[in-house]
Structure formats: structure tokens, C-alpha cells
């Protein structure tokens, strides 16, 4: 069965589910209502507010650190060097059912100098376009055995968001040789890329 996530839940991902080596992390949400503006407004303008939720990896060191931006994989470097992150395309509205963005991952061919592989949620020019968490319905980040479409575990990210523009959803994490999970579930005032690099260690130029 799947498992609700809460904040700081660990799940061990490997070691419950035998022989576990790929796995899918799908991002998911509804477009907004559209509020005010007037009559004129709701005549002319669609029923719903497009907002553009991005999934990210960041692949980390032993250490924690994030070495080079080719390390994070996202719409605008859709695989990671080593072929074992691959992110299958960017979505801009979240219109269709489902899953909205999809992140590959093969465990196994995770190379050894990564430890960790953080995956967050951002909304792409959050402050521009005055969107966050709490306009957004339906939202919600899971993690699935991608060999036979089994849910893992889901998070809620349309409860208790409100004015946050990104999120660190949890962390894919090594330990005595296995892969683990932890729901991190820390939302934060930020959506760039280069700074959610900077809270790990690297500056982008």
C-alpha cells in the first residue's frame, strides 16, 4: 500500500520492496481558479489561472554538495551525465489528469560519488506572476515502482503551503548499500534554480 507522507516520515524504499532499482518521482497539479478581475475580465479570460510547477533533482555528494550545475536535473537539462536521472519533459499548466511531470530514476546506476538525490518542487517565476502553493489545487509529489506502476508513497502540497513558492519534497539517500527516503516536506520563499543550488554550496554563473 502507499504511504501518506508526512513531514520528516523516513520510508526504507529497498528494502521493503525486493529487488527495487527504478523508480519514478510524478509531480502533479490542478490549474487554479481565476478570482477577481471583474465581469468584462471572466468573459474573455480562461476559467482557470495557468501556473507552471517545476520537479528538480539535485544529485549530492557524500558531503552534501551540489559540484556542478550539470548535477541538477530539470526542464532545462533534462538527463544527468550518467543516464540514471532522466526528466521527462516540462509542463506549463498543469492541465490533464495524472502525473504533470515524471523524474526517472535507475538507483542502480546511480553513480557512487552521489549519496543523495534531493527532489523539490518550484513554480517557475513564482514572484512575477504573484502565484504560491496555496492557489494551486490538487498538488501533490509521489514517489512509484516504476518496474509496475506501484504508488510508493505521496505528498500533499496543496495543504498548509500558503505564500510558498517552492519545496524540498525529500531526499533518496545511501545507506549500507540500500536506497532509503526521507519526507523532508520544507517549503521555502524561493523558486530560481540557482538559488535553490546556493543552499547547496553551489553558485551559479
Not at 34 to 55: H, N
Not at 105 to 110: A, F, H, K, Q, T
Request: a negative charge; aromatic letters at 10%; hydrophobic letters at 40%.
Amino acid at each position: 500500500m502507499s504511504v501518506n507522507l508526512q513531514k520528516g516520515q523516513k520510508v526504507d524504499l529497498t528494502k521493503s520492496n525486493t529487488g527495487l532499482t527504478r523508480v519514478m518521482v510524478g509531480l502533479g497539479w490542478d490549474e487554479a481558479e481565476r478570482v477577481g478581475g471583474g465581469f468584462l475580465k471572466s468573459l474573455f479570460a480562461p476559467p482557470q489561472e495557468e501556473i507552471d510547477c517545476d520537479a528538480v533533482a539535485f544529485l549530492l555528494n557524500d558531503e552534501g554538495k551540489l559540484l556542478d550545475r550539470r548535477d541538477i536535473v530539470f526542464f532545462n537539462n533534462l538527463q544527468h551525465p550518467s543516464g540514471s536521472v532522466v526528466h521527462q519533459g516540462d509542463n506549463l499548466t498543469g492541465a490533464g489528469e495524472g502525473d504533470d511531470e515524471q523524474i526517472l530514476i535507475d538507483l542502480s546506476s546511480v553513480p557512487p560519488q552521489y549519496s543523495r538525490i534531493v527532489i523539490m518542487v518550484s513554480i517557475y517565476k513564482a514572484d512575477e506572476r504573484q502565484q504560491h502553493f496555496g492557489k494551486i489545487k490538487n498538488a501533490f509529489i509521489r514517489i512509484v515502482d516504476n518496474s509496475n506502476g506501484r504508488e510508493l508513497c505521496i505528498f500533499n502540497l496543496s495543504e498548509n503551503y500558503d505564500g510558498m513558492t517552492s519545496m524540498v519534497f525529500g531526499e533518496l539517500y545511501r545507506k549500507n548499500n540500500e536506497w532509503k527516503f526521507s519526507a523532508v516536506g520544507q517549503p521555502l520563499k524561493m523558486w530560481r534554480i540557482s538559488d535553490l543550488a546556493a543552499r547547496y554550496g553551489y553558485i551559479m554563473r
